[in-house]
């Protein structure tokens, strides 16, 4: 064998052996991409479940939003006819009554004035008449 049968065979080795490792390195390239789209597959179908219980959850959130406007919308008129129903019974009940009020307490206090200023003049009146007789320092000293 001559140098260059030799150099032939060990290229031929060589070429061998590399074309096996990029055989092997493709099989493994291939099983592990098949393993990926497995994967993928798997978390595709649970993404899809997912987004759609997702989707139903968004939904029914949206729907409870609605309705939650609605009722702060009812709320909102609610209070508002309220406030106005409260003013309206302040403007024609409560200022008269207070007004009412105020006047008959005003004409109770003028009526017990009158009354402690006649039953005074009566029981001075009535002082007079017993100190009639009695001396002038006497009927001072009494009144006071």
Avoid: H, K, Y
């Amino acid at each position: 064998m001559t140098a260059e049968d030799l150099a032939t065979l060990l290229v031929a080795i060589t070429a061998t052996v590399v074309v096996a490792v990029a055989v092997l390195c493709t099989v493994a390239l291939v099983r592990a991409l098949a393993a990926t789209r497995r994967t993928l597959d798997r978390l595709d179908r649970r993404l899809d479940a997912a987004l759609v219980e997702l989707e139903r959850t968004a939904a029914q959130a949206t729907r409870e939003v609605r309705q939650l406007d609605e009722v702060l919308d009812e709320a909102c008129a609610l209070t508002a006819e309220l406030d106005a129903t409260n003013r309206f019974v302040d403007a024609t009940v409560t200022n008269p009554l207070i007004r009412a009020v105020a006047l008959l307490r005003g004409a109770g206090r003028a009526a017990r004035g009158r009354n402690r200023r006649a039953r005074r003049r009566a029981r001075r009146a009535a002082r007079r008449r017993t100190d009639v007789g009695a001396t002038p320092t006497a009927s001072r000293r009494e009144a006071a």
